[in-house]
């Protein structure tokens, strides 16, 4: 199987949230360092536009969102599971739950603390990501921010409550990695994380899942990610219609992607398969040659024409 080769930077959470995914599956993977803000002169060529972090890349074949790369290191590596027997749903609520409500508390927070210290092409490059608002207004959120992250901080604990070492149970899973990385964004810097002291289940929970590392990473440099793509075949092939899609989308029917939250980067391409939970499609670039582009259902448009 060619590498697991994972698109992030080391501040990312959402990042942390799969390393902790491929520690507990215990398979190698190869990192590349991608920089925090635009231009991603590397990452573009593979996603078509997509600007988001991480990104998992198998060969010519390139998947985006966590929910999606959550779902495809299951797919390829399916033991030890995330998913504790007849819990498949439940992870993946966690897993909106946390990336959606969650972690947005966070950012208020952190941001309050921080943001005189936060360099302005950072604020200029997140502001473009959120049409509309200004980046620089995050931090004014931190009040009720503070009140609603209290709140979620107890529904992990509760979830703790009666001793078990992790959120479904015994066992390790997405909803641990989900509800770990917000955790993780502001316990990297103390001052912030203060919020959670009153939980000691949650604290206890958070050093555990800590110690699990980051598995069996190995650095790859940014060009030797696109020498892979650019050497390989995407492994995606074209697949019959889904009988049920509610929209129509078949093989070959020109789309673009966007996520329907924020960083609203439209991705084109042609359709080459697509199914409840994923949408594929085929681009090329001059750098790279033909790649497969991979996305979630749940949060993105998919628009024809």
Same mark, same amino acid.
């Given at each position: ?196 002291? !009153? ?31 650019? !050497? ?74």
């Amino acid at each position: 199987m060619p590498d697991l080769i994972l698109h992030h930077y080391d501040t990312s959470p959402f990042s942390e949230k799969i390393k902790k995914i491929l520690a507990y599956k215990d398979v190698p993977w190869r990192a590349v360092e991608q920089p925090t803000i635009m231009p991603k002169p590397h990452l573009v060529p593979l996603t078509g536009g997509y600007r988001r972090i991480p990104v998992l890349q198998i060969g010519a074949d390139v998947y985006c969102d966590t929910q999606l790369i959550a779902r495809t290191l299951e797919r390829l590596h399916p033991e030890p599971s995330i998913y504790p027997p007849g819990a498949e749903g439940t992870c993946h609520v966690w897993n909106l739950w946390a990336d959606r409500m969650f972690f947005w508390t966070t950012t208020s927070i952190l941001f309050a603390l921080i943001g005189e210290h936060v360099p302005k092409e950072f604020i200029e490059d997140r502001t473009k990501m959120l049409p509309g608002r200004s980046f620089a207004d995050i931090p004014k959120l931190a009040p009720q921010a503070k009140e609603q992250c209290r709140g979620f901080a107890q529904l992990i604990a509760a979830q703790l409550a009666d001793g078990g070492p992790f959120v479904l149970g015994e066992k390790f899973s997405l909803a641990d990695a989900a509800c770990y990385h917000p955790v993780w964004f502001l316990r990297n810097f103390p001052p912030a994380a203060v919020i959670f002291e !009153e939980f000691l289940p949650l604290i206890a929970w958070a050093e555990r899942i800590l110690g699990m590392g980051h598995g069996r990473r190995s650095d790859m440099t940014p060009g030797e990610a696109l020498r892979v793509a650019q !050497e390989s075949a995407p492994a995606t092939a074209t697949a019959a219609p889904d009988t049920r899609e509610p929209n129509g989308l078949r093989p070959g029917v020109r789309v673009t992607v966007t996520p329907d939250d924020y960083a609203f980067d439209p991705v084109a391409g042609e359709v080459i398969a697509s199914s409840i939970h994923e949408i594929s499609i085929r681009r090329r670039d001059d750098q790279v040659g033909d790649v497969v582009i991979h996305f979630p259902r749940i949060g993105f448009r998919v628009a024809q024409g």
